[in-house]
């Protein structure tokens, strides 16, 4: 069936869309629903493309609250990893369902995902709606290379034309928890698969310091040395880059994920050097982090913290507008993300339509109060594919979502 929104306000403009099939089969003034037609009268509701969540961990909501006033490494080592060795796939999918309630509620329609069991994952996501892109993490620390080639040959088996709202992608955890020879393996198993490949990169100073007295370079110079660093690469965090990995990263045609309030929550002590990546010429996405280490997954509110954390490290008002903002957050600075083709006819038929009387939107320019003024909560509508996720601010199910993912938490010991 054909979904039509009317009254909707693209800009300055008064527009119908028809979404048909998927995509958005008509967009203007003129167009008007059809008979048999699903109908939302929009009256006068702003239509904004949807968000890009580049990077998280969508089934940590398990984890929400617990360990979160600790440093990075004894938070993993003390509250996560021994949790995690005992998840098994419904509290992965149950945690899943839960991000994904709260992704569409505040305007996110895609993500990029790396978790345990990415076929709860996967699941999941197909159940509530969304798109996602989808890596089971791979580590070797205990030496095993045999077991993490199996991990990743399985995933990627799974989630190869499962749908097409899901994105396979291979997601070795780090370079200080997966081995050289590992690293050396992924880039030719993911070169040979044409899978995108996410990794946390020079998330902390002493990541980078590591690096160097190991490898004698630089994390991303060591990523290139290995076939790692290309159009396909996701890089999660780029904290502690300097400007030749910029260059390099640039070159290469890499993505770089920034998650400022994960970053800050942790306090690894930096920010990443977004105007500096920029001028390079960088792919930039926004990421929450996971919701064990933010522990929210409203990238609307995020978007506010990274366009501020920004201004406030380079003493400059102007190091990040609201329009720059704004395209970090929908994707659009980094083609890789798959954020899609703007509002238009033939696009996909993703959208968000906001409150339409809002007291943070009522006054002033709007693209300046979605990032400074409104969080999540102004996301009244979620289309994607052309289906209404959600409508008035109620995503459907949420309280059984809410009560089952408690429940696996507390069989957890959360
Ligand atoms: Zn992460």
Redesign the pocket.
Known sequence: MALTIEAALLGSKTVGVRCEDGVISALGPEVVAEPGDEVIDAAGAPLVAPLVNG???AAMTLFRGSGGDLPLMPWLEERIWPVEAKLDAEDVYWGTRLACAEMIRTGTTRFWD?YWRPEATARAVLDSGIRAAVGAPLFDADGDLGRLQETARRSLEHLTELDSRITPALAPHAIYTVSERALRWIADFGAEHRVPVQI?LSETAEEVDECVATHGVRPAAYLDALGLLNERTVL??GVWLDPVELELIAERGATIVT?PV?NMKLAVGGVFPHPAARAAGVAIGL?T??AG?NDSLDLLSDLKMFALVQKHAAADPTAVDAAEAWAVATGARAPLLGAGEPLTAGAAADFLLLEPHSAALGIGELTAGLVYAASGSIVDTTVVAGRVLMRGGEVPELEEIVARTAERARRLGL
């Open positions: 990077h998280t961990h790396m946390h999660a965090h998650n994960a990421g982090d996971g280490s």
